[in-house]
């Protein structure tokens, strides 16, 4: 029997919102009136116990429950993915574990109700289920897809392939907590789970603490998931051949009682004692599975439950809610009524989740705190004489890079395609790299602080994961390469921006490969990766420094230590370039944006504003070349893009630890005033866009075009248009 919410006399005030509610269920009053899990306590004592497999039940139920109401409130959201993996979800929470990061982004309202359930969305008062409902979907409320913003959501969810990385960042620098995370069909499908876990797994034997829970339902977003058509068998021996020890399955159809067809089927079809049956094979499999994972043994839980299970629709159907999904559609109104929990349940439920690890998520996450970090003290900074000699510099920075390793047990330096190529082997000999076999030639023993996976992804990910969970880390690249890590790099910088807590900026070093790689032609040319983060510098948090030799780019490093909740991005070259700048203009250019390098007065002045290191060598042999036509020149070298924009021109105010800082109107003119002004860069014109905006003076721009193979980084300069001559003539036309 359904009963409405307006018929109840006495609710718990959570319940506010709840439309429908539903008679004690058969042996309600002996298994699920009394909560097992109370305060002081973090889990479910027995999870053979009857009772502690009937208030599984009750909670995968209540899960469903909310997931489907919530998002029919705005006709909007994911309900189907997550409706079957609610009794593994509810089960790893039974069991004290709710450190559950997940790569599934339409699990969000899932999540949402989980959290709601054990009273963490109260930080953002959200205290019943109509405020929830109100707030799903709704600026500053429960975004569409899993954030930072939410208090207890450990890691943002967004595009597929993900989930694994926050994962095992967090294992890592917490290895006494299990870490679970779920992936669906889709993600599994994605190339990057499996290797990025393989390499994990060698060069980290010892962390298994991370526990894959795949959601198999047979279904992707459309249509049938392309794992669909596999056998158990195949299933497990999938994974088992992809180095897990430990591979636990449960499939609803061995429980099945009502002849369901199909591989798929949905537990909430069955009888209450198969239901019970179902849900206590899953809690056992799911405890079993922690114990393994806990005890050094790479492990993985499947749940094989239709998609859509106990909600609106089955199958692909279910994954997402129309505009005619409201609450007064008939397929809504039926699955919530046939979920409907009585008022009792519900504070069962409640009671659990609150207790269950020790407290609501929201205060007891591993993420909920900030991590404690070893003291840098001051870097064993190396400041060049301007003029002398020519330095490389990465690898002045290789040598702070090398320090705060040695300083920093926690922190992790990660490069697909080695250091060594990068000019940076300094680091590979002072921090080692992770690797099962010790070679001293390669630098190379177990427990190195050096990770080097050949994916980018799995490089992007573990630095980028390990900086949002509060650790110090450094992604090492060749800017042509970048861009198959740049997807995680930059969820987790958009989750920065939003985080409720400090935590170490994801730092980044791209070796400019474009003009020093002329022979190897444009597969290690892409320097258009620079109009990724030219995009992405409006988002406010997003620094990318062009250091102009080996002094600045020892002070970019040293800034970028300092800072929080940023995304900075370091390119510079691995060539032996001249010193143009001490360390006190450095930082003066970290703060404006750009220094003054070089002026020379004339009749006339051309400003040439030059974003990197190589370039500027074109840059000035043009300014002689306009010398010696009586021609004056600045050549303004500029180290910090963002800092050039306009205060309104970026989202900064809308950040965790917001910057502010950009150079004013009259310092601006002081800078790139003039007669005339060419902005030129090796890379994307798009990072010149803060000086184009603000200049009032003819311009144009001389950019990165496309890669070739050449002798020489002068050869593919010319090929791109970048070379003194062209210059000097283009300065000539505009003053003309």
């Not at 890669?707 to 050869?715: K, L, P």
Request: with cysteine; aromatic share 8%.
């Amino acid at each position: 029997m359904v009963i409405t919410a307006d018929a109840i006399k006495s609710l718990p005030t959570f319940c506010e919102g709840i439309q429908y509610f539903g008679e004690p269920i058969d042996g309600f009053e002996v298994l699920g009136k009394s909560p097992l899990i109370q305060p002081g306590q973090k889990a479910i004592a027995d999870p053979n116990a009857e009772a502690a497999v009937f208030q599984t039940m009750l909670a995968a139920d209540a899960l469903r429950y909310l997931t489907l109401q919530v998002t029919a409130s705005k006709s909007s959201g994911h309900p189907g993915g997550f409706a079957s993996s609610v009794e593994a979800f509810a089960s790893l929470f039974m069991l004290g574990h709710k450190n559950i990061p997940t790569e599934v982004g339409h699990h969000a309202p899932g999540f949402y109700s989980a959290m709601f359930l054990d009273r963490s969305l109260e930080q953002m008062d959200i205290h019943n289920v109509a405020q929830m409902r109100e707030r799903f979907r709704e600026l500053h409320g429960l975004l569409g897809h899993l954030s930072g913003y939410i208090p207890g959501i450990l890691s943002p969810a967004g595009p597929l392939g993900q989930g694994q990385h926050f994962a095992m960042a967090a294992a890592w620098l917490h290895r006494d907590k299990l870490i679970p995370f779920t992936m669906g069909d889709g993600g599994m499908g994605e190339p990057y789970p499996m290797s990025a876990i393989a390499h994990f797994n060698t060069s980290f034997p010892e962390v298994t603490n991370f526990l894959p829970v795949l959601v198999w339902n047979g279904f992707s977003q459309e249509h049938h998931s392309m794992v669909s058509t596999k056998t158990n068998e195949e299933m497990l021996a999938y994974w088992r051949g992809n180095g897990f020890a430990e591979v636990i399955l449960i499939d609803a159809k061995d429980f099945d009682d009502q002849d369901q067809s199909g591989a798929y089927v949905d537990s909430t079809m069955f009888s209450l004692g198969q239901r019970l049956a179902f849900t206590q094979a899953v809690l056992n499999g799911c405890d079993r599975a922690a114990k393994s994972a806990l005890s050094g043994k790479l492990t993985v839980f499947i749940i094989k439950q239709l998609k859509g299970a106990g909600v609106h629709a089955r199958g692909a159907k279910s994954h997402n809610l129309y505009a005619y999904h409201n609450l007064e559609n008939q397929e809504i109104v039926d699955a919530l009524q046939s979920l409907a929990l009585s008022p009792e349940a519900w504070q069962t439920v409640r009671t659990n989740f609150e207790n269950a690890g020790g407290g609501p998520a929201a205060q007891t996450a591993v993420t909920e705190s900030v991590l404690p970090i070893a003291e840098l003290g001051e870097l064993p900074l190396e400041e060049y004489e301007v003029g002398g000699d020519r330095k490389v510099a990465t690898t002045a920075m290789g040598q702070l890079v090398a320090a705060v390793g040695q300083s920093d047990p926690n922190y992790i330096v990660t490069n697909a395609d080695g250091n060594e190529a990068s000019g940076i082997k300094n680091i590979n000999v002072a921090l080692r790299i992770n690797h099962p076999t010790t070679d001293d030639l390669y630098n190379q023993s177990p427990g190195g602080q050096v990770y080097e996976p050949l994916s980018e992804d799995a490089c992007a990910g573990f630095a980028a994961g390990l900086a949002l969970m509060g650790s110090r880390t450094l992604w090492c690249s060749y800017e042509s390469f970048a861009v198959n890590g740049l997807p995680i790099w930059q969820t987790v910088t958009q989750a920065m921006a939003e985080l409720r807590r400090p935590t170490p900026s994801t730092v980044t070093l791209y070796t400019a490969g474009a003009l020093e790689q002329g022979r190897n032609g444009w597969t290690h040319q892409r320097p258009e990766i620079e109009a990724y983060f030219a995009a992405m510098m409006r988002n406010g948090n997003i620094f990318p420094l062009f250091p102009t030799d080996a002094n600045s780019i020892q002070v970019c490093y040293d800034w970028a230590l300092t800072t929080k909740n940023k995304g900075i991005t370091i390119t510079a070259s691995k060539t032996p370039l001249p010193i143009h700048t001490t360390f006190a203009q450095s930082r003066q250019a970290l703060q404006d944006g750009a220094i003054l390098l070089q002026e020379i007065l004339g009749s006339k002045t051309v400003v040439l504003a030059t974003i990197g290191d190589m370039v500027l060598i074109p840059v000035l042999e043009a300014a002689k070349a306009l010398q010696e036509q009586g021609i004056g020149s600045k050549i303004v070298s500029v180290v910090s893009p963002r800092r050039l924009y306009r205060v309104h021109d970026t989202a900064w105010e809308t950040c965790s630890e917001p910057d502010g800082g950009f150079l004013d109107e009259a310092r601006f003119e002081k800078l790139f005033g003039g007669d005339a002004l060419l902005g030129i860069t090796g890379g994307a014109s798009g990072m010149l866009e803060p000086i184009m905006l603000r200049s009032n003076l003819k311009r144009d721009t001389f950019a990165w075009k496309r890669g070739e193979t050449t002798s020489a980084a002068g050869v593919l300069m010319g090929l791109n248009g970048i070379t003194a001559e062209a210059i000097a003539k283009r300065a000539m036309e505009l003053l003309a």
